[in-house]
């Protein structure tokens, strides 16, 4: 299978997963949606789970590479701005017929154990947004970006999974709000508490 056709699995496995699950897509459930054999597949992955790695990898990059964008197009030219149109860029999300949660939540809810590759795929994934939204917290002015990261990723994690299990865009709506408070007492003269032990 040459290059190209090794990408199109791992697109076209990704939404198998996403839409049924890690454990209950077998290889011959991915076979039937992905039109490629399994002979096929095993040249390029050896297990289930190092093609379950490739979809993470996949969904990571067009995931950071779409909220970044929207964050930028929503947020205007603050920080500030920008970490509240995080809540709206998910509530866009939301609203698509195609959500169904975070593909990462999933993964290290099915693979739980911590030295699990799959299950630290997710974990990296969520640490490189909050590397991300600490960068934007210091570019802010906030006295402890990364604590301040960490509560806004928590916030955001949240509104995902409530968004998943009610089915609504409501969430978004919510979290944006408590955000704004978060920021309000961060930047305007308050503070965050440091956890950086948590945060790390």
């Avoid at 739980?112 to 934007?136: V, W």
């Avoid at 970006?145 to 089915?167: F, N, T, V």
Wanted: charged share 25%; aromatic share 8%.
């Amino acid at each position: 299978m040459r290059q190209n056709k090794r990408d199109e699995l791992v697109r076209k496995a990704l939404d198998t997963f996403y839409k049924n699950g890690f454990t209950a897509t077998g290889m011959d459930m991915l076979v039937k949606e992905t039109g490629v054999s399994k002979t096929s597949m095993y040249k390029h992955f050896r297990t289930k789970d190092e093609l379950i790695l490739a979809v993470l990898r996949l969904r990571d990059e067009r995931f950071r590479d779409w909220l970044y964008r929207r964050i930028d197009e929503l947020g205007g030219d603050s920080a500030r701005g920008k970490l509240i149109a995080l809540f709206d860029a998910l509530g866009e999300w939301f609203g698509e017929t195609y959500f169904q949660g975070c593909m990462f939540i999933k993964a290290s809810a099915e693979f739980q154990k911590a030295d699990c590759p799959i299950n630290m795929q997710s974990a990296e994934h969520k640490r490189i947004l909050l590397d991300y939204f600490a960068g934007l917290c210091a570019e802010a002015g906030a006295e402890n970006p990364r604590d301040l990261a960490y509560q806004l990723l928590i916030l955001k994690e949240g509104a995902i999974i409530l968004a998943a299990m009610k089915h609504t865009t409501e969430p978004a709506i919510h979290a944006k709000a408590a955000a704004q408070t978060l920021l309000a007492s961060a930047l305007d003269g308050g503070s965050v508490a440091s956890t950086a032990t948590a945060a790390e």
